[in-house]
């Protein structure tokens, strides 16, 4: 038992490096070598977990950069309210919650979209699997806020989940060239205008 937790939170512990490294480097610049530095433990700890870096990215993948966005924009939408509302609140609120450093380096999911994603069709699946949650969740809730009478019938569900998801996404990478927010202020007030144009 002590042996099996011993394990576990070695395993952890490779998991929070290296996304950290593939958060702050890139993931191709990060190497096996450079994540078990920042562990201190031995090369022979990283493949008695994993048989390759690819396998330890999946599971950042699954286990860190799903868990961001489940916990920061898909978790959120399935509270109870006025739905128009609370898709308003997630993706303007969710912008004010990150850091400096979260603002400069952009979304993780992102950066790995941009970086990898057409590079295998494993990392391809598993990215994409997030944002077919994420959309899924915004597609309920749209449903939801027509049932509600709180957005206009007539939209497509689809079509705003796919244009809420990629507008996100793409001021998250816009950010990165400035060292202010106005950008983010700008984005805030045309993302107020489009919901408008879909409210009730």
Sequence with gaps: MQQELKSEITKQLIIDKAFNLFYQNGF????????????????????????????LGL?????????????GMIAPLR??????????????????????NEKQQGCPMNNLINEIGNNEIAYQNALKNIIELWKTALVQIIERG??????KEEV?????????????????????????????????SGLTFYLNQIKK
């Design 28 to 55: 191709k610049t990060t190497s096996i070598d450079k994540i078990m530095k920042e562990t201190t433990l031995s090369k022979g700890a990283f493949y008695h977990h994993y048989k390759s870096k690819k396998e």
């Design 59 to 71: 599971e950042v993948i699954s286990l860190k950069v799903e868990k961001r966005v489940v916990n």
């Design 79 to 100: 509270q109870s309210g006025n739905a128009y509302q609370i898709i308003k609140d997630v993706f303007t609120n969710r912008l004010k919650e990150f850091s400096i």
């Design 146 to 151: 027509k049932q509600e009478h709180t957005i």
């Design 156 to 188: 497509s569900s689809q079509a705003v989940a796919t244009y809420l998801i990629s507008a996100f996404e793409g001021i998250r990478g816009i950010r990165k060239l400035y060292t202010n927010d106005t950008v983010l202020d700008e984005y805030i």
